[in-house]
Nanobody
Framework: VQLQASGGGLVQAGGSLKLSCAVSERISSNYGMGWFRQSPGKEREFVAA????????FYLDSVKGRFTISRDRAKNTVDLQMNSLKPEDTAVYYC??????????????????WGQGTLVTVSS
């Protein structure tokens, strides 16, 4: 399974960006799909995730109400719409896919496949 993340870029604070993750194979119903981010000198951080079968979503508290994760079954993609961006959102964003993820959907170690990352820079 290969994941390809795209959509990063430079945006001013308060602006919006939409990240997209294309998956090379059909996503099975038991998969969890997530977005993580990593800033220089910091550990990789959970941002958002969803269960592919139910569409149930999970968010980092600091992005709730600003970010929205969604899936497109026909296109086999997972998107992350990011609004009201802040300088502290600056990071490399990674999409990930994992099989049979239950209660640990916020944990990076639960995911089997990772995309290459896309850089999001928010200027103040």
């Amino acid at each position: 399974v290969q994941l390809q993340a795209s959509g990063g870029g430079l945006v001013q604070a308060g602006g919006s960006l939409k990240l997209s993750c294309a998956v090379s194979e059909r996503i099975s119903s038991n998969y969890g799909m997530g977005w993580f981010r990593q800033s220089p000198g910091k550990e990789r951080e959970f941002v958002a995730a969803l269960r592919w079968n139910s569409g149930h979503t999970f968010y980092l508290d600091s992005v709730k109400g600003r970010f929205t994760i969604s899936r497109d079954r026909a296109k086999n993609t997972v998107d992350l719409q990011m609004n009201s961006l802040k300088p502290e959102d600056t990071a490399v964003y990674y999409c990930a896919a994992g099989r049979n993820i239950l209660s640990t959907i916020r944990s990076a170690s639960s995911y089997n496949y990772w995309g290459q990352g896309t850089l999001v820079t928010v200027s103040s």
